[in-house]
């Protein structure tokens, strides 16, 4: 079948854009012409119409040039078909969807809000719109996430997350091991005693502000530390521009931090990419039902509250996960950690709730000691609240590894 060829005046025509922004996506080397005709002009094909539909598409969802240029190499690296690009585009439709759904959800609550200044209602809470300013909300301040961890102390197993996560990464000395969104270390803390001696450690986080407290936490080990030979690294690092260096880590760690990831296919290939050969990725996730009955409460009690968890994590399940790994990595194996939770303090779960990212802090404000004397009634008449939990983790190996 014979192709057409367009010049860049005609493909600037058919995509309704200016020549000017053809040979400004030409000299940032997004949209390089085929070939160059005998009179020098600039010639495309069908394929440039569209990778520049691509390029269009993501400067209309709101990335930035640089972000375009690492997706769109992304995207060449790993060969994705018509029908791959379409279904990823759709993806981020839909969720740009969501998003308004919940502009307009957040304008109907400052409409209705009680309170007087209805217009610093409503810049507050258009200051947590975006899943990425929410995400940021939540992480930035280790006391909202030391609140979220805070209700995980009324665990049913023997055996905490952390200890059964660090349990089954099975360091030996001398290794090189990246941790992705580390938080506040706790991964790490009350676990130096078991690290085995000449460890490379990289810790890192989006936060300056969490690694900052990352670095506190881990500072009255320094010496015990330094006695073994164990060396940590602090770094700011953002896993949605991932750059590692290549074939440098035997062990690289995302706990329960992947599902925020909004560049995850390109994130996974770098992770792949850094990963020496024998080496393991461990990333950990929630699955559909993760704390499903504290999630009814709340909706019970007040529908407008926004659990953005619910959607956020949604893109990265234990049910959903396994297919996008599968992509970077030869074997992935899925362990799930037998745990629930049975949770007698009140203000515990009330914390545990305003400390959602988005409006739950803004409506508690008004309702809040509601809702604290709702769940002492609860826990008065059935002495504790059950909380299911879903959790696991999914060992991955690349080929050659096995």
Known sequence: MEKNYYTAGEIARIAGVSLRTIRYYDAKGLLPPVSHMENGYRCYDEDSLALLQRILMLKYLGFSLEQVQRL?????????????ILAHQRSLLLEKRAQLDQLISTIELAQHCATEDKWQVLVRCLNLLTSEEKVLEQYQDPGNLQSRINIHSYSTSAQSWFDWMYERLALQPGQTVLELGCGTGLLWMERTHLLPEGLRLTLTDRSEEMLGQTRQNLAPY?????????????????????????????????????????????????????????????????????MRELHELVTAFDPRIDMPFQSLTGGFHLENAEPQLLKHFAHVERQDQDNDLIVDNAQAIYDYIRSFPGNAS?????????????????????????????AGIFICKKQGNL
């Open 72 to 84: 769109i190499a992304a995207q060449r690296e790993d060969s994705l078909d018509q029908q791959a």
């Open 222 to 290: 320094e010496e015990e530390l330094a006695a073994r030979d164990i060396q940590i690294t602090y770094r700011v690092l953002d896993a949605n521009a991932l750059e590692l260096p290549a074939a440098s880590y035997d062990r690289i760690i995302a706990n329960h931090m992947l599902y925020h990831v909004q560049h995850r296919d390109a994130c996974l290939a770098a992770v792949a990419r850094a990963l020496m050969p024998g080496g393991v990725f461990y990333c950990s996730t929630v699955g559909d039902t993760h």
């Open 362 to 390: 803004l409506i508690l404000e008004q309702r809040g000691r509601e809702l604290l004397e709702l769940i002492k009634d609860k826990l008065e008449r059935e002495g504790a609240m059950f909380i299911h939990k879903s």
